[in-house]
């Protein structure tokens, strides 16, 4: 399988995703947009990866190149192509099915858990997942569930944390790819946004402590994602082409 991925930052990339592409043999390939690399051909990938930033889904005038990648993901979309979109990824999504992108009512910043929403999870990657699930976040924003889609998960401080779109677009608003290394990285760089005395944005020491603990059983849950994924996109895959 082809996978290509969009990165809106130098300090997220796509983590342990690079791992289990390895372990796969697929081939991955990348759009750095904060370079202004080309976007590729539809035909030229199976699987379109939509990574996170700092910026939002609304700040089209702020970065030049976000109208083009909105038509871009758009394109795919249309043309049937399994699009995986993880926290701005998912935004962008969102707001590409026609949905609200707004601030969430929190920043969620650390390891949360999020609840799984039985009914709809099933026959879903997202069923790899436990019900309980603790993973990383990230985000001041959040969206109003597209029309058509099916919302899968849900934490204390966002209501909103994935949805499946038809049978190959999957909104993730939490981090599954990350290991302490991109902590690290993003904590690094997000460091205003590390602000005390808020009940979702953990101490920088704390979230690291907790990434210790969480981080291997995260990697762990992307793999069953991914697997669970790419056996579901498989046939979408060979349509799209």
Wanted: glycine share 8%; net charge negative.
């Amino acid at each position: 399988m082809k996978l290509h991925y969009l990165q809106h930052v130098p300090f997220e990339g796509i983590g342990r995703i690079q791992d289990w592409a390895d372990s796969h043999k697929h081939l991955l390939s990348s759009t750095r947009l904060f370079s202004n690399d080309r976007l590729p051909a539809l035909d030229n990938f199976d699987l379109l990866v939509i990574m996170g930033g700092p910026m939002g889904a609304n700040d089209d005038r702020r970065f030049k190149w976000m109208a083009t990648e909105k038509a871009f993901i758009e394109a795919a979309i249309e043309k049937n192509k399994p699009v995986l979109g993880i926290c701005l990824g998912s935004q962008l999504i969102a707001s590409i099915l026609g949905a609200r992108v707004y601030a969430n009512r929190e920043k969620e910043i650390g390891w949360f858990p999020i609840e799984l929403d039985p009914p709809e999870v099933s026959r879903t990657p997202l069923q790899a997942l436990q019900q309980r699930s603790m993973v990383f976040h990230w985000h001041g924003d959040t969206f109003d569930l597209p029309k058509g889609a099916r919302h899968l998960a849900r934490s204390r401080a966002c209501e909103n944390q994935a949805f499946v779109y038809g049978e190959a677009i999957v909104g993730l608003q939490f981090h599954l790819e990350v290991a302490e290394p991109h902590i690290e990285n993003m904590i690094h760089h997000g460091q205003s946004e590390l602000v005390s005395g808020f009940e979702f944005i953990q101490d920088p020491r704390h979230m690291m402590g907790l990434s210790a603990r969480y981080a291997p059983p995260l990697t762990a849950a992307l793999y069953r994602f991914l697997d669970k994924y790419a056996l579901q996109i498989g046939p979408v895959a060979d349509e799209a082409h």
